[in-house]
């Protein structure tokens, strides 16, 4: 068969490494991809928006399957939009949430909503959208003994969360949010919520809108710098399994949130097929979501992964025939840590353009795989061309073992300006 992957960062190159290791695939095609991509698949020039070039390529090239990597084209309806132009009836099945399920990460009113009527464990908190509604919310609220957290309320690249600690820092963000629009319409309306305190933890799940199966836990690095310190990123590094979740608690974290969040979406007459990632704290009182998004997590899907035994395709098609019920997910033992190395100046305005040196030094090592993100080929160099760069992906039989092996790919590359954290997975050791 033929697979058509859209994206261009490390959870897409992940993607086409695994399907690729399915007997069952012919040709792996990406949309744009990136340098890493070209590995498993022939990249496209077209952007993940542009639905109808994307439709002309899955028709040209007998596409069979495609896998939405990205939030931005599932919330703007691309699954829909191969429905409705006759695609998935031609047989050209697409990987993903329709418009109104995705709209989970779309929109944060909408997943606070949804978890109030449904008794899903999250931060206490309320929707706004008046200006003068939230400063009043605010203004009663007693924020020496409570936090808050003020969330626009669409998708703006990540950055539409601020954590606040006293009444002033909770007033600007809404003048940022809502009257300046810092992040475009997003800030049209607001969440409201306590500030959660624990460990955040990331659980992905397949499911075919009955049946759901978790794959392994994992927890990201979010901050730039050691330490958790400084300002939020799309993600420094992963490690899977997550210590902290234990068995006992992937249990609750199915029948509390995962199920319910599926039942609910579907007593809305919703229906959810795809990754389901759910974003956790894992506090005192249990498990509560931060956030879901309607899609494979970057950089947790480089570990995830890596861990997991199944043929992917097969996977992929149960979420799409809706016989899930018939798979049983099979991961390795040990564990698998990804290590993400990005541009100088990164998460804010970064250099680009800068080559690469040493991926060939990986290529011989066990056990060890490099994901692209912001690579690009130019007259047979790789260069950097994005904020997030590589990911070294590591797997070992003990965490501690993955991440010295990771931190020794990492050690192989260099380029003008690279920047690495160098405590990705110290948590797990912790936890041991
Ligand atoms: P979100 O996009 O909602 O996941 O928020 C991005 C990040 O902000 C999360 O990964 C957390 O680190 C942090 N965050 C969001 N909501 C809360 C909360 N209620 N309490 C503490 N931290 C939060
Ligand atoms: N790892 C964070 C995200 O994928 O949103």
């Known amino acids: 068969m033929n697979i058509l992957i859209i994206g261009q960062g490390g959870r ?4 086409a490494w695994k399907l690729k290791q399915s007997k069952k695939v012919d040709h792996i095609y990406c949309a744009p991809g990136n340098a890493g991509t070209l590995e498993a698949a022939e990249n496209f020039d077209i952007q993940v928006d542009d639905f109808e070039k994307i439709g002309f390529l899955v028709q040209e090239k007998n596409i069979d399957l495609t896998v939405v990597g990205p939030e931005a084209p599932l919330v703007s309806g691309i699954v829909d939009y191969f429905k409705e132009n006759g695609l998935v009836n031609q047989g050209h099945q697409i990987f993903g949430p329709e418009k109104s399920a995705a709209i989970i990460e779309g929109s944060k009113v909408f997943a606070k909503q949804l978890m109030k009527k449904y008794n899903i464990p999250t931060a206490e908190g309320e929707s ?7 400063m009043e919310y605010i203004e009663l609220n007693d924020w020496r003994s409570h936090h808050l957290v003020i969330k626009a309320d669409g998708l703006a690249a990540g950055k539409g969360v601020i954590i606040c600690h006293n009444i002033e820092e909770m007033r600007e963000a809404i003048q940022k949010i809502m009257v300046d629009k810092e992040f475009g319409s997003a800030g049209e309306k607001v969440v409201i919520e306590e500030k959660l305190e624990g460990e955040e933890a990331s659980i ?8 759901i199966k978790l794959l392994a836990s994992s927890q990201d690095h979010k901050a730039i710098f050691n330490g958790d310190k400084g300002p939020n990123t799309g993600g420094m590094g992963a490690y899977a399994p997550a210590c902290i979740i234990t068995p006992k608690m992937e249990k609750q974290i199915y029948k509390e949130i995962l199920l319910p969040t599926i039942q609910g979406l579907s007593s809305e007459k919703i229906f959810y097929q795809g990754c389901l990632y759910a974003g956790l704290m894992i506090t005192q009182e249990g ?19 890596t861990l997991l035994q199944n043929d992917l395709v097969d996977l992929l098609m149960a979420c799409l025939s809706g016989r899930l019920d018939k798979e049983e997910i099979k991961n390795k033992t040990g564990a698998a840590c ?7 100046g990164y998460p804010g305005k970064y250099e680009k353009g800068k080559e690469i040196f040493g991926l060939d030094k990986i290529k011989g090592m066990k ?4 994901f692209h993100a912001g690579t690009k080929k130019e007259n047979g160099k790789i260069i950097t061309s994005g904020g997030r760069v590589l990911g070294v992906t590591a797997y070992a039989h003990n965490i501690k073992e993955a991440i010295f092996k990771a931190y020794q790919g990492v050690d192989k590359i260099k380029w003008s300006g690279e920047y690495h954290r160098k405590d990705i997975g110290r948590r797990a050791l912790k936890n041991k």
């Open 12 to 15: 897409e190159h992940t993607l």
């Open 128 to 134: 706004f959208k008046e200006v003068n509604k939230a």
């Open 204 to 211: 992905l799940a397949l499911t075919d809108g009955k049946t």
């Open 287 to 305: 498990p509560k979501v931060l956030e879901f998004n309607c899609r494979f997590g970057d950089p947790e899907t480089q570990a995830v992964l």
């Open 338 to 344: 990804c290590v993400v190395m990005v541009s100088k």
């Open 367 to 370: 056990n060890i795989q490099v």
